[in-house]
């Protein structure tokens, strides 16, 4: 490297904001957020510490399949190493990032870079007493970057001087540090303390034990102050396990949800499916191509490819890197900060029309009331939640939420003791047409709604309408986007509704014309979100009977 101290990063983005560098929308985003980060302040950037590490995986670290020189890395690896070891947390100067998600199409390199990092990580980065771990579902897919970690020590007399390798794992006994290879069991995984986790090939990790190993590994994290979570995938075939969580997490963060503070997203997949046999979309996934992997082996499978729909669809998922059903964050952060604005009470609507909608799906949890009013032209949300008091004394330090600050503003209402009571959400709609003359014409709700207040509040008069939270609300999706982004929603001071907003992702079908909504991860909330759309839904069903009321026009 001509010089010791230049940043990679922004090289990187350079050449991708000139046009020299092929990219896709979501490695153009995260690099924009780390040099917008660096210049602002947010993050500190040590080049020291990033070419440090640069410079010995480039010095120590050896190919271990068909090859043994010295690994040279790409400048998308460099850059992404600087952005591992060299972005800092501003307030303890330590890493900023402690999980990074690297969807990478096939042949390249994934393995082989992760290796070298956790190469890195063994000998130079951790501290004394490391445990390090290969990780997979089974312990022969735990071997592959387990066995190229130490054919990358064999191959390089200094560090095969001090390497051991034991019947059970590696050994440094100089620094302490062990490097195993286990498989699923979550419940031995309990005792762990890792300094670095390598996880490989996640598209194949089942389901519910995929999220739980995930979680055991990172939560064993919690003694160290600079810990390592590396993730590497494929798009796959697996649903509703930790790949798509890593996902929606990822596209949650790069569209500028401020929650996520640790998670590094390095997704390169195509953005033009229709493109797919293309060498300038091809690259989006593939930016090793013509280093690793040739584009002779690519034109190849495209000719297989176009006469056959499975290979066809394998090649969209291992070489596009195109999951198929996949879930993706939904809206831009800011898209819904344009509807955050003036405070706005039950008050201001007086004498009003609207429409509701009611989410009930979990009785000891949280639960929503959307009303929808529309006045001058504008679609005002007010949300009401409700939760019950064992829960309200846990959640603010189980999910870091402030239902204390949003239970003084009135946006949370404790309700009930262990679940929630619906006689308080019932006497909330009373309130709404004894106190403030705000009529709801049709109240949607969700078909997991207590049928009791279904039925007390038919019988007090209120049309209830059931919504199916499927792909049928495809179109009330693209409609509330498209009214957000034009202004045409507000909030009022919500922020608790704001969060609900942020934290919808949506699967997307495999026309990718029809999508549903869902939690961006397991541990989020879009209650108030999903009785929006219940609202929305009814206003939409029974506009040409309601419509003119709706307008609230004296």
Not at 196 to 208: C, K, L, R, S, Y
Not at 399 to 412: A, S
Request: net charge neutral.
């Amino acid at each position: 490297m001509h010089n010791v101290y230049e940043n990679y990063i922004f090289e990187y983005q350079d050449k991708i904001s000139k046009g020299i560098i092929t990219a896709g929308k979501w490695i153009k985003k995260v690099y924009k957020i780390l040099t917008e980060g660096i210049k602002n302040g947010e993050y500190i950037f040590d080049a020291k510490k990033a070419n440090k590490a640069i410079n010995f995986i480039e010095s120590f670290c050896h190919h271990s399949k068909g090859r043994n020189d010295l690994l040279k890395l790409e400048l998308w690896q460099k850059a992404a190493v600087s952005a591992i070891f060299g972005v800092l947390d501003k307030i303890t100067g330590f890493r900023q990032f402690r999980e990074i998600f690297l969807l990478v199409a096939r042949k390249n390199g994934k393995s082989l870079f992760a290796a070298a990092i956790m190469t890195y990580v063994a000998y130079i980065d951790g501290p004394y007493g490391s445990e390090l771990y290969c990780l997979a579902p089974k312990l022969d897919q735990a071997d592959i970057v387990y066995n190229c970690f130490f054919s990358m020590t064999q191959a390089e007399e200094e560090l095969a001087e001090l390497t051991k390798k034991r019947r059970s794992d590696i050994y440094i006994p100089e620094l302490n540090t062990t490097i195993k290879k286990i498989a699923f069991n979550a419940k031995k995984a309990d005792g762990f303390n890792p300094t670095m986790t390598v996880n490989d090939e996640m598209e194949a990790w089942p389901g519910d034990k995929g999220l739980k190993q995930y979680d055991v590994m990172v939560s064993g994290t919690g003694a160290r102050d600079e810990p390592l979570t590396f993730s590497t995938s494929t798009a796959g075939y697996e649903n509703d396990g930790i790949f798509d969580e890593l996902f929606t997490r990822s596209t949650g963060f790069l569209k500028g949800r401020s929650e996520e503070k640790r998670l590094l997203p390095l997704l390169y997949m195509v953005d033009d499916k229709e493109k797919w046999y293309m060498r300038e979309e091809l690259e989006k996934a593939n930016p090793n191509l013509d280093v690793s992997v040739k584009w002779s082996f690519y034109e190849e499978q495209i000719r297989i490819a176009k006469g056959s729909l499975p290979k066809k669809a394998e090649f969209l998922t291992k070489y596009c890197n195109i999951k198929q059903n996949s879930a993706v964050a939904w809206l831009e952060y800011a898209t819904v900060e344009k509807t955050v604005r003036n405070k706005i009470t039950l008050e201001d609507f007086r004498n009003c029309y609207c429409v509701a909608g009611i989410d009930l799906s979990r009785t000891t949890d949280l639960t929503a009331v959307s009303l929808i009013i529309e006045k001058n032209g504008i679609n005002n949300i007010i949300t009401q939640f409700f939760m019950p008091k064992k829960r309200y004394d846990v959640a603010i330090n189980e999910e870091g939420v402030p239902y204390n600050i949003f239970k003084q503003q009135g946006y949370l209402t404790i309700s009930g003791e262990n679940q929630v009571d619906y006689h308080d959400v019932f006497n909330y709609f009373i309130k709404l047409i004894k106190e403030y003359k705000i009529k709801p014409l049709k109240v949607g709700y969700d078909r997991y709604c207590a049928n009791y207040l279904v039925d007390d509040m038919k019988e007090c008069g209120f049309h209830m309408d059931d919504v199916f939270q499927g792909t049928n609300l495809t179109s009330v999706l693209r409609a509330f986007e498209g009214d957000m982004k034009d202004g045409l929603y507000n909030i009022g001071e919500n922020n608790l509704m704001k969060s609900h907003l942020l934290n919808v992702a949506v699967k997307m079908e495999d026309d990718d014309v029809r999508m549903k909504p869902m939690k961006a991860d397991k541990r989020s909330h879009i209650d108030g979100a999903a009785a929006a759309f219940d609202a929305l839904a009814v206003k939409m069903k029974y506009y040409k009977e309601i419509g003119r009321q709706l307008q609230n026009v004296a």
